[in-house]
């Protein structure tokens, strides 16, 4: 795709149409990864080892720090390129990016060493057992190995998207899932390798390595807008404040979620039924994900779009993707929860047989989606005001609904109303969600129109 179609998707096609084309092959994407990880989870299980998958369990609050780390720097990269771009500085994009991803390398050495330094009391810090230990330290070790080409490789796939080089961030993403799902059965079972859990993780970690390796081959080929240079490398204390303060917003709402979901399962261990509500809530925790995956990669479409509009001071063209992506957003999460409280069930059953399992889970997935709008709503306009640059709010707006909100409820409710008080958090978290965002809408219209006329002449 050439400089000028890129611009064209960006400035010249209807908001709607540039929106829907730039996020259907980032939805297909983040799809492609809610499917392997849930692959990923399958083959674990087929071990039929306790001891493996909660090796594996307690490697995941490692997992999503990295992940926030990741985010912070790719997500605030991405906006800040975005805005650049519509201003036709693709100079300071590029700087923006390849500092970025610079940086990214940088840190992706110093937690690689740090983690694998420190790998025993880390885990041992979230819950590994000595019967554990040394499984949980075979995975972990190869997830430290692949956070040196996750960061910059989540760098560059952002990138790429504020430029609406979408197909290629597709590719990458894709690539890499299909070959986890293949190198996993390889890499662990007898006729393979046989490396059982530590088989998983280094199947993972070549898998992020062939998408870093794709992304970078698509910015050294010279295809892109943003070019990745050497003297493009200008690390500066204002960059690096602008992009955390950006990217922020979107690391905290996983973070946010990953302590949820702690709280929920502490909530429910002096239950009689605790492990059977704890399963039935962790199956509930991975349809979920395909949910928010589908709203993400949505918004992984109107990012682009909204920055490229606010950075070429377009404010009919701003407004008209925010209104786009506002009803859509909105009807997105609604069919997504009418689709889960219709099939609930069913769809528990996929993942475990058990009749209480089944039970606990089809009541807990409908609780979590039953106002799931919410999550459309305060997720879009966390993004909006990331890119109006109103950043300490987007981060207000990021902590609400799971953290904010949703913990007091799922702490103090349960030991009132037993699990019917973990059915009623998320509900009633909502709720207040949607007031706040509701209260916020004409806020974030002002802040945009303000901040694009202080900046230059509105079109």
Known sequence: MSKEIKASILSQMKPS?????????????????????????????????????AAVGVTLPLLL??????????????????????AKDDEGASRTVTTIVGLSVVIGMILCLGGIGLIEPLLRSFG???????????????????????????????????????????????????????????????????????????????????????LAWFYWSGKSVI??????????????????????????????LALATSLTNIAAKPMADA?????????VQRLILIGCYIVMGFMQGYQPVASYAYG?????????????????????????????????????LLFNQNPAVVNYGSKLLISQVIL?????????????????????????????????????????????FGVMGIYLSQPIADVMTIVICLLSIHSMKRIAEKNMMMEGTLK
């Open 312 to 348: 070429a001071k377009d404010s009919k063209r701003f407004h008209g993707s925010v209104r786009f992506a506002l009803k859509a957003s909105i009807l997105l999460t609604v069919i997504v929860a009418i689709l889960y409280m219709i099939l609930a069930k069913p769809l528990i």
């Open 17 to 53: 149409k540039a929106i829907i084309k730039l996020a259907l092959p980032a939805t297909l994407a983040l799809l492609a990864k809610a499917v392997y990880n849930i692959v990923d989870t399958a083959y674990i299980g087929m071990l039929n080892s306790d001891i493996a998958l």
């Open 128 to 214: 590994a057992s000595d019967a554990v230990l040394p499984l949980a330290k075979d995975y972990a070790f190869w997830m430290f190995i692949a956070s040196l080409a996750n960061l910059p490789a989540q760098s560059m796939n952002c990138a790429a998207r504020a430029e609406s080089s979408v197909k290629i961030s597709s590719i990458a993403v894709i690539t890499g899932a299909v070959l986890n799902i293949f190198l996993d059965p390889l890499f662990m079972f007898e006729w393979g390798f046989n490396m059982g859990v530590e088989g998983a993780s280094l199947a993972t970690t070549i898998s992020q390595f062939a998408t870093f390796f794709i």
């Open 275 to 283: 492990d059977l509500i704890i399963a039935a809530y962790g199956v």
């Open 65 to 86: 720090i990295m992940v926030s780390i990741e985010n912070v720097f790719a997500a605030g990269a991405a906006v800040l390129a975005g805005r650049q771009l519509g």
């Open 227 to 256: 070019k990745i240079k050497r003297q493009s490398f200008k690390p500066t204390w204002q960059l690096i404040k602008n992009v955390t303060m950006i990217g922020i917003p979107t690391a905290v709402i996983q973070i946010c």
């Open 372 to 416: 799931y709008p919410a999550f459309g709503l305060c997720y879009m306009m966390t993004i909006t005001f990331q890119t109006i640059g109103a950043s300490k709010y987007g981060l207000f707006l990021s902590v609400i609904r799971q953290g904010l909100f949703y913990i007091p409820f799922v702490i103090i409710l349960p030991k009132l």
